[in-house]
């Protein structure tokens, strides 16, 4: 029987290390939620990076890094400072929250977040833009190897690695929460010996969500990166949304 492992560095890009995000394009020193850092350069330094969200690609990456590798006292921070700084800034709501609400798992923080998007979109409520394809293959023993790509704004777009079997269960998932749309994955994709294909999404969204269901049978945790991809498969969950 084949082994159905997670991929491996081979198969996929590695998760980027916890100092990985400190590179070019990563947040300053930016002011605590009590005002205790007033410095005018580090304001004016931090301001310039939220307004860097809308078009530079290597600030939005280091923004969704830098925030998941925070707690939630931090992240609760940031979100404070937010409030106070982004009203001052003529950039969309959507550059300045997307790259965290992307890597945000906690269900009062991502409120907290769509809500401020929505306030600064008008009071509508945020909505992911429409599109995104799949790619499938099939590896050896019948595992169904997919990666689900949906666009997250701008230029940017998010892909979920998935192995799994409709009938048996979630083998392994991973989740990219933020990725440049050019160096999305692409057909012809080698992975766990699968060669991926476009395929419709609707078709693979289906088949995840029997997996899914099959996963909670056997009274087996999801992994985390489903949840935060929550969003693709509620409709399909007959009112039992995920966690």
């Known amino acids: 029987?084949?082994?159905?492992?997670?991929?491996?560095?081979?198969?996929?890009?590695?998760?980027?290390?916890?100092?990985?995000?400190?590179?070019?394009?990563?947040?300053?020193?930016?002011?605590?939620?009590?005002?205790a850092l007033l410095d005018p350069r580090i304001l004016a330094a931090w301001r310039e990076w939220l307004a860097a969200l809308a078009t530079d690609a290597e600030a939005a990456i280091a923004a969704a890094h830098v925030y998941g590798e925070l707690g939630p006292e931090a992240r609760e921070a940031w979100l404070d400072v937010l409030a106070e700084d982004a009203p001052k800034l003529q950039v969309p709501a959507v550059a300045i929250y997307a790259p965290l609400l992307s890597v945000e798992g906690?269900?009062?923080?991502?409120?907290?977040?769509?809500?401020?998007?929505?306030?600064?979109?008008?009071?509508?409520?945020?909505?992911r833009p429409p599109g995104g394809f799949a790619l499938r293959?099939?590896?050896?023993?019948?595992?169904?190897?997919?990666?689900?790509?949906?666009?997250?704004?701008?230029r940017f777009v998010r892909v979920l690695w998935?192995?799994?079997?409709?009938?048996?269960?979630?083998?392994?998932?991973?989740?990219?929460?933020?990725?440049?749309?050019?160096?999305?994955?692409?057909?012809?994709?080698?992975?766990?010996?699968?060669?991926?294909?476009?395929?419709?999404?609707?078709?693979?969204?289906?088949?995840?969500?029997?997996?899914?269901?099959?996963?909670?049978?056997?009274?087996?945790?999801?992994?985390?990166?489903?949840?935060l991809c929550a969003d693709l498969f509620d409709a399909h969950l007959e009112g039992d949304p995920l966690p």
């Open 1 to 35: 029987m084949t082994e159905r492992r997670e991929p491996s560095s081979i198969d996929l890009a590695q998760e980027p290390a916890p100092d990985a995000v400190a590179h070019e394009g990563a947040a300053p020193g930016r002011p605590g939620a009590s005002g």
């Open 106 to 127: 906690d269900a009062a923080r991502r409120a907290r977040i769509e809500g401020a998007i929505g306030e600064g979109e008008e009071g509508e409520r945020p909505s």
């Open 137 to 154: 293959g099939i590896a050896p023993g019948g595992d169904r190897v997919v990666a689900l790509v949906t666009p997250l704004y701008l």
């Open 162 to 227: 998935c192995r799994y079997l409709p009938e048996d269960g979630i083998a392994w998932a991973r989740h990219d929460p933020i990725v440049r749309a050019e160096e999305a994955p692409g057909p012809g994709l080698l992975v766990d010996g699968a060669h991926l294909e476009a395929t419709p999404m609707k078709l693979v969204i289906e088949e995840l969500c029997h997996a899914i269901l099959a996963q909670r049978r056997k009274g087996a945790e999801l992994p985390p990166s489903l949840q």
